[in-house]
């Protein structure tokens, strides 16, 4: 995987960075690699809430987007997580944001911002 992910525990929120490039074709394996391992992180420190900032390069196709989401409950997504996406590439932003749309659809709370602070805020206030 060419995505390593760092991670951060504040006495509120998890704090999770994404970072590295996407490998076309391996986008939906990535990705659900990536978030099994946020799930298993807030399980083991016992956050629910989750600032997840995505510094990956490389589009996620639509439908490998749709697949991952689709796929939290099995890779041990828990209902009452709280995710604070934030990316802060306009692009990407743009690309990411059905993360939002699906997520909400599917019961779980979660929303996508471009700004750190806009995100903690949202985050804490829930």
């Known amino acids: 995987m060419s995505i390593a992910i760092k991670h951060k525990v504040f006495k509120d929120f998890l704090r999770v960075e994404f ?3 996407r490998t076309p074709g391996e ?3 990535e990705g659900i690699a990536a978030w099994k391992q946020v ?3 807030a399980r083991n420190t016992n956050l629910n809430r989750i600032m997840v900032v995505s510094r990956v390069k490389g589009r996620l196709p639509a439908e490998s987007a ?3 989401t689709q796929s939290l409950d099995i890779i041990g997504w828990q209902v009452d997580f709280i995710i604070a996406g934030v990316v802060p590439d306009k692009i990407a932003f743009t ?3 059905i993360f939002e ?8 709370e979660g929303k996508i ?3 750190e602070g806009d995100a903690k805020k949202w985050l804490l206030s829930i």
Do not use: C
């Open 19 to 21: 970072k590295g490039k």
């Open 39 to 41: 799930a298993d992180m």
């Open 95 to 97: 690309n990411l944001s």
């Open 27 to 29: 986008e939906l394996e």
């Open 113 to 115: 911002f471009e700004q």
């Open 101 to 108: 749309t699906i997520m909400q659809n599917l019961g779980y």
């Open 66 to 68: 749709f697949n991952i």
